[in-house]
C-alpha cells in the first residue's frame, strides 16, 4: 500500500467540496455531542461557500438539524444521516419516513446499553449509534447485537470508528454526492470529498467516479481517496490555503 500526496490548494479552483465533519472538520469526542468547534471553522466555510464555483456541502453521518446547529452561523447544504436527509440552503428537507423497525432496534438497544457501562446508544431520525469508545472491551458484543438486529428488522449495518449503526439501506454518502452534483449549480464543477472513516469511501468513490478526488484524513489505508492528509488541523490549514488562493 502506497500513501498519497497532500492535496494541492488549486484542486478546488473548479470544485463543488463536499466534507465529513467528525474526525474531518473536527476531532472526534468521547461522545457526539462532545464535539468542541473551532472558532475559525464556520468562517472558513462561508469564505468556502462563496468562493467555490460549486460551493461547499457537508456529508455526514449526523443528523442535519446537529450539522446545522454545530456549523452556524454558515448556511451550507448538509446531507445527513449518511445520505438519508438532504437539506438545502434554504431548509427544506428531502427525506424518507422514519420506519418502526427503528424504534423497535432503538428499545433493544437501550436495553443492551442499561446492562453494559460505558456504551451509548445514539437515537437518529434514521439510524440507531452503539458507541463504545468508553468501553472497548464490549465492542465484540455491540457489533455482535448490531448484526442480529439488523438482519430481524431488515436495517443497514454501517461501521465506524468505535461505533455500529443500524440504518435505513438504499442511501449513502456517495449516494449524496451524486444527488447534489446534480443540481445545476454543480454542473460544470467537479466534486471533492474529504473524510476520514470508512463510511466516507462511497463518497471517495462517487467523486473520483464522477472526475473529482476524494481526500483521506488519518493514516495511509486502503481506500478509494486520490490525496491524503495527516489531521483535522491539516485539513482546515489546506482549506484555508485554498480559498486564500481563489480570493
Given at each position: 500500500m502506497s500513501d498519497l500526496a497532500p492535496p494541492p490548494p488549486a484542486l478546488l479552483s473548479d470544485a463543488s467540496l463536499f466534507l465529513d465533519f467528525d474526525g474531518?472538520?473536527?476531532?472526534i469526542a468521547d461522545t457526539p455531542d462532545a464535539v468542541a468547534v473551532g472558532a475559525d471553522v464556520a468562517p472558513l466555510l462561508t469564505r468556502l461557500g462563496d468562493a467555490l464555483p460549486g460551493g461547499v456541502a457537508?456529508?455526514?453521518?449526523?443528523?442535519?438539524?446537529?450539522?446545522?446547529?454545530l456549523i452556524a452561523p454558515a448556511a451550507?447544504?448538509?446531507?445527513?444521516?449518511?445520505?438519508?436527509e438532504i437539506a438545502?440552503?434554504?431548509?427544506?428537507?428531502?427525506?424518507?419516513?422514519r420506519p418502526e423497525a427503528?424504534?423497535?432496534a432503538l428499545a433493544t438497544s437501550r436495553a443492551f446499553a442499561d446492562e453494559h457501562p460505558g456504551t451509548l446508544i445514539e437515537d437518529k431520525p434514521f439510524g440507531v449509534g452503539l458507541h463504545y469508545r468508553a468501553a472497548p472491551s464490549t465492542g465484540e458484543a455491540v457489533t455482535a447485537l448490531a448484526e442480529e438486529l439488523a438482519a430481524t428488522h431488515d436495517l443497514h449495518l454501517q461501521h465506524g470508528k468505535m461505533v455500529v449503526e443500524?440504518?435505513?439501506?438504499?442511501?449513502?454518502?456517495?449516494?449524496?454526492?451524486?444527488?447534489?452534483?446534480?443540481?445545476?449549480?454543480?454542473?460544470?464543477t467537479v466534486p471533492v470529498f474529504v473524510g476520514d472513516d470508512v463510511?466516507?469511501?462511497?463518497?471517495?468513490?462517487a467523486a473520483v467516479a464522477l472526475g473529482g478526488?476524494?481526500?483521506?484524513?488519518?493514516?495511509?489505508?486502503?481506500?478509494?481517496?486520490?490525496?491524503?492528509?495527516?489531521?483535522?488541523?491539516?485539513?482546515l490549514a489546506w482549506l484555508d490555503a485554498a480559498c486564500r488562493e481563489m480570493t
Open positions: 474531518t472538520l473536527v476531532e457537508i456529508v455526514s453521518g449526523r443528523p442535519v438539524h446537529e450539522v446545522r446547529t451550507l447544504a448538509i446531507a445527513g444521516s449518511h445520505g438519508l438545502a440552503v434554504d431548509g427544506t428537507i428531502a427525506a424518507p419516513e427503528l424504534d423497535a443500524l440504518r435505513l439501506s438504499g442511501r449513502d454518502k456517495g449516494a449524496a454526492v451524486d444527488w447534489l452534483m446534480a443540481e445545476p449549480a454543480r454542473h460544470r463510511t466516507d469511501e462511497a463518497g471517495f468513490a478526488a476524494g481526500v483521506l484524513v488519518g493514516p495511509a489505508r486502503a481506500t478509494a481517496a486520490t490525496y491524503r492528509v495527516d489531521c483535522v488541523a491539516d485539513v
